[in-house]
C-alpha cells in the first residue's frame, strides 16, 4: 500500500541536506531525536567533526551503519572552501574563504609563543560603515551561517593538520573580531560559540573567547542572558561627537547607554572579576590627544575594564593615518597613569593585509555599491592626456 509521501510529487524533490558542522550540542539532539535516533548520538558526532575534524561518516566507526547511511542521506559536515592562503613574515596566517556568489570572507591565525588567536568573521562585510574601516567600506551582502562561523576554526586547526596532533594548541583564543558585526548575527554567532565552549567541540575557556562589537546595545542584553564569552567593546571616542564621527551607530546608541549595558553584561556573569576590554583605535589628529585619553579616562571611571589601544591600519581608500609612536606612548602614559591596565595591539599580518581592521576579502554589496563607486571614483586621480 502506498504511503502519503509516497504519492506526493514533492516528496520526488530532493531536500538540501542539513550542514552538521555548525550544530551545537541542543540543536544536534534535537536534530537527531527529529530523525528517530538517539540524543547522546550527538557527541559521538561532535567529537568526529570537532576533535578528529572528521567530514564524511563513513569514517565515524562508532555509529552503527545503517545510521551512517541515513546521515549520508540527510546530512553533510560541509567545511568553508579556502580558496587563498596568505603567510605573513611574522607567522600570521590569513585565509580567504569562498561563500557562495562570488564573496569571500577572510580568517586570520596570529600565533604568539602558546598562544594561537584566531580572528573569525561574523558577516559578509558590515552595514554598521565604521570611518576607519576598510570592512565598513565594502557594505553588506549577507550574515554567515554557524557553519561558516565555527568552520573557520575547523579549517585552520586542519591547515596545520592539528586534528591529527591533538589539536588544543594551533587556536587556543577565538577573538570575533573578522569582518562583520557580530551581534547583527546573533543567532549564528551564538550557536558557533556554543561550540567552541563545548568540550564536545573545541573546549576553549569563556576567557579564551571574545565577541567584539560597535555597541549593538539591545543585542548586548540578549547576548548577557544566553552567552559567558568576554566581551570586547569598540569605543574609539571618548565622546558622543567625535564617536558618532567615527562609529555612526553611535547616533542610536551613545555612549553612555553603551557603557551601561556593557555593565550589566558582566554582571549577569556568574564569575565575579570579569571586566570588559575598550578597543580604542588610535587615529592620527583625530582621536589621540592627550585631551582625548584624559575625557576617556573620566568616561571609563565605573566601568570594571582594561583598555586595548589600536594604532589605526591603514588601507585603500582611507585618508587616515596612523599616530607616530610619541602620541601613542602619551595616550598609553594618560591612561596607565589614570589607574588603567592598558595594553597597545602591535599589528600582526601587515604584509597580508591581514590586521585588524584591514579585512576586505570581497563582497559583492547590495546595499551601497554605488556610493563605493562614487568615492573610488573621487579618490581617483585624473588622468591628463598630454
Ligand atoms: N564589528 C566588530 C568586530 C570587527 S572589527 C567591532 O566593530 O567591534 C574588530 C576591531 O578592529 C574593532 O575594534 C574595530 O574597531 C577595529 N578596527 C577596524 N578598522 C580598523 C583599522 N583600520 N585599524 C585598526 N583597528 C581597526
Ligand atoms: Fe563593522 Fe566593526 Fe568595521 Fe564598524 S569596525 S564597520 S562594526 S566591522
Known amino acids: 500500500m502506498a504511503t502519503e509521501n509516497q504519492t506526493d510529487p514533492t516528496a520526488l524533490v530532493q531536500q538540501p541536506r542539513v550542514n552538521l558542522l555548525g550544530m551545537s550540542r541542543k540543536n544536534m539532539e534535537a536534530y537527531l531525536s527529529s530523525i528517530g535516533e538517539k540524543p547522546f548520538r550527538a557527541q559521538q558526532i561532535l567529537k568526529w567533526i570537532h576533535h578528529s575534524g572528521i567530514d564524511n561518516f ?8 545503517p545510521l551512517r547511511a541515513k546521515l549520508q542521506e540527510l546530512a553533510e559536515i560541509r567545511p568553508p572552501n579556502v580558496v587563498k592562503q596568505l603567510d605573513s613574515i611574522d607567522g600570521t596566517r590569513k585565509w580567504a574563504v569562498e561563500v557562495g556568489g562570488n564573496n569571500l570572507v577572510e580568517t586570520v591565525l596570529i600565533p604568539d609563543g602558546q598562544r594561537g588567536t584566531l580572528c573569525v ?78 568540550d564536545f567541540g573545541y573546549g576553549l ?11 549593538v546595545v539591545p543585542m548586548l542584553d540578549k547576548l548577557g542572558d544566553v552567552s559567558t564569552v568576554s566581551l570586547a567593546i569598540s569605543l574609539h571616542a571618548p565622546n558622543d561627537e567625535l564617536r558618532s564621527q567615527l562609529v555612526p551607530i553611535n547616533k542610536k546608541y551613545p555612549i553612555a547607554e553603551l557603557l551601561a549595558a556593557s ?35 573620566e568616561v571609563l571611571r565605573d566601568l570594571p575594564c582594561k583598555v586595548n589601544l589600536i594604532p589605526f591600519n591603514p588601507f585603500s581608500l582611507s585618508n587616515y ?8 606612548n602619551r ?35 547590495r546595499t ?5 563607486h562614487r568615492q573610488k571614483a573621487e579618490l581617483a586621480q585624473p588622468i591628463r592626456l598630454v
Open 205 to 215: 575557556s569563556k576567557r579564551r573567547v571574545t565577541l567584539s562589537t560597535s555597541g
Open 263 to 297: 555593565k550589566r553584561y558582566i554582571a549577569k556573569q556568574e564569575d565575579t572579576h570579569r571586566v570588559v576590554t575598550i578597543e580604542y583605535t588610535l587615529i592620527a589628529g583625530v582621536n589621540d590627544g592627550v585631551e582625548h585619553a584624559k575625557e576617556l579616562a
Open 331 to 365: 595616550f598609553w602614559l594618560v591612561m596607565t597613569e589614570a589607574g588603567y591596565v592598558t595594553t597597545v595591539r602591535t599589528p600582526r599580518g601587515d604584509d597580508i593585509d591581514a590586521a585588524c581592521g584591514q579585512l576586505a576579502g570581497q563582497v559583492q554589496d
Open 121 to 198: 568573521s561574523s558577516q559578509v562585510g558590515c552595514s554598521l560603515d565604521c570611518s576607519f574601516c576598510a570592512t565598513g567600506k565594502q557594505g553588506f551582502m549577507r550574515d554567515l551561517t554557524a557553519s561558516e562561523i565555527i568552520g573557520q576554526v575547523w579549517l585552520a586547526i586542519k591547515s596545520y593538520d592539528g586534528f591529527n596532533n591533538g589539536n588544543k594548541r594551533i587556536v587556543t583564543n577565538v577573538v570575533m573580531m573578522g569582518m562583520g558585526e557580530p551581534l547583527l548575527n546573533f543567532d549564528n554567532v551564538v550557536e558557533a560559540m556554543s561550540l567552541m565552549l563545548d
Open 321 to 328: 593615518t596612523r599616530p607616530s609612536n610619541n602620541a601613542v
Open 58 to 65: 563513513d569514517e565515524m566507526t562508532n555509529l552503527g551503519k
Open 368 to 372: 551601497k555599491r554605488s556610493e563605493r
